[in-house]
């Protein structure tokens, strides 16, 4: 909801709102917090408030460490876990310099931007987001073991499926923020789980799938647990995948998602340093339905791209070789830039896989490139790509690639 500045100091004062958590994310896409008094709004409004930037990697150094944070006032969102008295609201914001200029390494700026682009050619995109996570137990100490939560497996029921009442509380939670889930359910491996919320555009796209994080988080220590997004938990389980759906539309009403996938599909490569982040996120490709073959088809799940059974406007692309801990706005803003590019270039899209890449034989793999074996080759695809130099700034390409 579109609040003004008045309308914020009115809602805080009526709500007993106590604190305000000034929302940022690194370039990693972690999320950072300072918390100010309901006092400090004015400032924050008119100059931003101030914080060491060198303390966070890839944002600055000693002599240029102040940037400031400015609230952006769409975002206000009370955070339902927390006291009804005394109550804390949350509030994403611009990360500025001092004279007021955006920061280069803002992620969340940056994707605004690449929708601002799209825009400019009359082109709109929307994301939604499918994330796996594992629950596992903590031992006495409180500290996360690596002891799933239960053994059931994919779309189990309760008694085998223990994470049935997390999921219920973090859907409810959820909804309470504002963020409609779809779905939810057991997932393959021991302990994981999957919950599905709807397409938005782009930076609520994004700025969902961080909630979810922190609500998936909050709720697991809430009921003793721990909560793992990484890509490869359990090396002999099923890695967590954030498989993402994109739908693009044009103003014209031209059917515009072939060229959309195209574009996708020839800068892949030089994407994957920023969608898979990790050396384990490696691991988790070939195996378990994780891609490893730059390919597309039909709901076939063996490949880079499929494409869902659905039509009108659930019709979309699933791009799975993303895991959950990637940055959601650098992943949605190098998806709308490389389709971009394809619709730019009339890309047109190679014959579609339609085989099964775990089953087929190697003569027919080897037809196909993959995916970089390694963080190390997606580090050098994402250094030798035109492409990806000239959609981010250089603060991130150096983080990413360092």
Same mark, same amino acid.
């Not at 799975?320 to 619709?343: H, Q, V």
């Given at each position: 909801?579109?609040?003004?500045?008045?309308?914020?100091?009115?809602?805080?004062?009526?709500?007993?709102?106590?604190?305000?958590?000034?929302?940022?994310?690194?370039?990693?896409?972690?999320?950072?917090?300072?918390?100010?008094?309901?006092?400090?709004?004015?400032?924050?409004?008119?100059?931003?408030?101030?914080?060491?930037?060198?303390?966070?990697?890839?944002?600055?150094?000693?002599?240029?460490?102040?940037?400031?944070?400015?609230?952006?006032?769409?975002?206000?969102?009370?955070?339902?876990?927390?006291?009804?008295?005394?109550?804390?609201?949350?509030?994403?914001?611009?990360?500025?310099?001092?004279?007021?200029?955006?920061?280069?390494?803002?992620?969340?700026?940056?994707?605004?931007?690449?929708?601002?682009?799209?825009?400019?050619?009359?082109?709109?995109?929307?994301?939604?987001?499918?994330?796996?996570?594992?629950?596992?137990?903590?031992?006495?100490?409180?500290?996360?073991?690596?002891?799933?939560?239960?053994?059931?497996?994919?779309?189990?029921?309760?008694?085998?499926?223990?994470?049935?009442?997390?999921?219920?509380?973090?859907?409810?939670?959820?909804?309470?923020?504002?963020?409609?889930?779809?779905?939810?359910?057991?997932?393959?491996?021991?302990?994981?789980?999957?919950?599905?919320?709807?397409?938005?555009?782009?930076?609520?796209?994004?700025?969902?799938?961080?909630?979810?994080?922190?609500?998936?988080?909050?709720?697991?220590?809430?009921?003793?647990?721990?909560?793992?997004?990484?890509?490869?938990?359990?090396?002999?389980?099923?890695?967590?995948?954030?498989?993402?759906?994109?739908? !693009?539309?044009?103003? /014209?009403?031209?059917? +515009?998602?072939?060229?959309? @996938? #195209?574009?996708? &599909?020839?800068?892949? =490569? %030089?994407?994957?340093?920023?969608?898979?982040?990790?050396?384990?996120?490696?691991?988790?490709?070939?195996?378990?339905?994780?891609?490893?073959?730059?390919?597309?088809?039909?709901?076939?799940?063996?490949?880079?791209?499929?494409?869902?059974?659905?039509?009108?406007?659930?019709?979309? !692309?699933?791009?799975? /070789?993303?895991?959950? +801990?990637?940055?959601?706005? @650098? #992943?949605?803003? &190098?998806?709308?830039? =490389? %389709?971009?590019?394809?619709?730019?270039?009339?890309?047109?899209?190679?014959?579609?896989?339609?085989?099964?890449?775990?089953?087929?034989?190697?003569?027919?793999?080897?037809?196909?490139?993959?995916?970089?074996?390694?963080?190390?080759?997606?580090?050098?695809?994402?250094?030798?790509?035109?492409?990806?130099? /000239?959609?981010?700034?250089?603060?991130?390409?150096?983080?990413?690639?360092?």
């Amino acid at each position: 909801m579109k609040y003004s500045e008045s309308e914020i100091r009115q809602y805080v004062a009526e709500e007993d709102i106590k604190f305000l958590r000034m929302t940022f994310f690194d370039l990693a896409g972690n999320q950072k917090n300072m918390s100010i008094l309901p006092d400090a709004l004015d400032r924050a409004f008119s100059t931003g408030i101030a914080f060491d930037a060198s303390a966070i990697p890839g944002f600055g150094d000693e002599l240029h460490s102040d940037l400031f944070l400015q609230p952006d006032t769409s975002t206000l969102c009370l955070l339902p876990w927390r006291p009804d008295h005394g109550r804390v609201a949350r509030l994403f914001c611009r990360i500025l310099h001092s004279d007021g200029t955006p920061f280069e390494g803002d992620s969340r700026a940056l994707l605004q931007k690449a929708v601002d682009d799209a825009a400019a050619m009359g082109v709109s995109f929307a994301f939604g987001s499918e994330m796996e996570f594992y629950l596992f137990r903590r031992d006495e100490n409180g500290e996360p073991t690596a002891i799933p939560y239960d053994s059931a497996g994919y779309m189990d029921i309760a008694p085998g499926d223990k994470g049935e009442n997390v999921r219920r509380e973090i859907c409810l939670t959820l909804e309470q923020m504002g963020i409609r889930p779809e779905c939810s359910h057991h997932e393959q491996g021991p302990g994981q789980n999957e919950i599905d919320f709807r397409y938005a555009e782009p930076v609520k796209a994004a700025d969902d799938a961080v909630t979810f994080r922190t609500v998936v988080n909050t709720v697991a220590v809430r009921n003793g647990l721990a909560a793992d997004f990484s890509p490869k938990p359990l090396r002999s389980e099923p890695g967590n995948g954030m498989h993402i759906n994109i739908s !693009a539309r044009s103003e /014209s009403g031209e059917d +515009i998602m072939p060229h959309v @996938i #195209a574009g996708i &599909l020839s800068h892949i =490569a %030089g994407m994957t340093a920023f969608l898979n982040t990790t050396a384990a996120s490696y691991q988790r490709f070939g195996s378990y339905k994780a891609p490893r073959y730059i390919s597309w088809s039909s709901e076939n799940r063996s490949q880079l791209i499929r494409i869902p059974a659905a039509e009108g406007e659930y019709r979309r !692309a699933e791009l799975r /070789s993303p895991d959950p +801990i990637c940055n959601p706005y @650098i #992943a949605y803003t &190098l998806l709308i830039y =490389a %389709g971009l590019d394809g619709i730019r270039r009339r890309a047109e899209l190679p014959a579609s896989a339609d085989i099964n890449f775990y089953t087929a034989p190697e003569d027919v793999r080897s037809q196909y490139k993959t995916l970089p074996a390694t963080l190390a080759d997606a580090k050098a695809a994402a250094r030798a790509s035109e492409f990806i130099t /000239s959609s981010l700034p250089r603060t991130v390409l150096e983080y990413y690639t360092k």
